[in-house]
């Protein structure tokens, strides 16, 4: 079956270096969709990609989705404190079911 | 609006017990759907609609039934509970399949002791 791996499954960083979250497909994506999960809280949104190649950027967030449409990465530039939480991505192969990732908690150390 | 809501917040049930979590939402999406989310797994699908009268099977479908009877409503039914189905439970809705931004509900909290 189709499966989504994530790395790291943790990062800690201090405050105002980058961190970078990978996503690896065992098959290929139509789409992939990153989203962002605060502690007690419900995942949001952040962002689809569709394109072999495409990169899209959010203030200091930048997406990537790879040439093969099997990976994909997340970058932040200088972390700040409100980055906290587990970024998820989710991948969809196009069959209606989306597969989530296991995530990235990133900590912030101010 | 009031996006995606979730009923209740926690709930503890018993072995063997059944229950409803009650979804809704107000956006007039297509799409709902159902995940659990359990520590160091990430969000699993169990079940998902593309419309009024259209369900099926995600990737962790085993133990519970869904129906999409209006837009607006996509209950999930625990039939039998058990131990394993102690998770959190997260609703979500979109657009459509092919606007996948996906708006997720506060989530339902359920231990099976």
């Known amino acids: 079956g189709q499966q989504v791996m994530q790395i790291p499954q943790y990062q800690h960083v201090q405050e105002g270096e980058d961190f970078t979250t990978y996503c690896n497909s065992s098959?290929?994506?139509?789409?992939i969709q990153w989203y962002k999960q605060r502690p007690g809280g419900h995942p949001v949104f952040l962002i689809q990609?569709?394109?072999?190649?495409e990169v899209k950027k959010q203030k200091r967030l930048t997406f990537q989705f790879g040439e093969a449409k099997k990976n994909s990465s997340l970058h932040i530039t200088a972390t700040q404190t409100t980055d906290v939480g587990t970024y998820f991505c989710a991948g969809d192969s196009g069959a209606n079911n989306l597969f989530f990732g296991t995530g990235t908690r990133l900590t912030v150390i101010p | 609006n009031a996006g995606v809501t979730q009923t209740p917040k926690f709930q503890v049930l018993k072995t063997g017990q059944s229950m409803t979590l009650q979804c809704a939402q107000d956006m007039n999406h297509e799409y709902m759907s159902w995940y659990r989310q359990d520590p160091g797994m990430g969000l699993r699908l169990i079940h998902y609609s593309v419309g009024a009268g259209i369900t099926d099977q995600g990737e962790v479908p085993n133990g519970y039934n869904v129906s999409r009877s209006t837009t607006e409503d996509f209950p999930l039914r625990l039939l039998s509970a058990a131990p394993s189905q102690t998770s959190v439970y997260f609703c979500?809705?979109?657009?459509?399949?092919?606007?996948?931004?996906?708006?997720f509900g506060p989530g339902t909290r359920l231990t099976v002791t």
């Open positions: 098959t290929t994506l139509s789409n």
């Open positions: 990609l569709v394109k072999s190649g």
């Open positions: 979500a809705s979109s657009v459509n399949t092919e606007t996948y931004e996906q708006y």
